[in-house]
């Protein structure tokens, strides 16, 4: 499973907004929103700033 969808299906699962996962994280907003959208590709350390979330 891609990143993108697994990222999509946490928010969904969790109800966290993209606003507050891109806060916990480090990422901006629009970072996430990109990955989620499948608009940019993943670089490994914004992976692992997402998985520690």
């Known amino acids: 499973m891609s990143v ?3 990222v ?3 928010l ?7 606003k507050e996962l ?3 994280s480090g990422l ?3 970072t996430i ?3 989620v959208n499948n608009r940019y590709s993943t670089p490994l350390e914004s992976a692992f700033k997402i998985s520690r979330f």
């Not at 969904?12 to 993209?18: A, D, F, L, S, V």
């Open 4 to 6: 993108v969808c697994r």
């Open 33 to 35: 929103s990109n990955i």
């Open 22 to 24: 891109a806060s916990s």
């Open 12 to 18: 969904k699962e969790t109800g966290i907004t993209q």
């Open 28 to 30: 901006s907003k629009q």
């Open 8 to 10: 999509k299906e946490i």
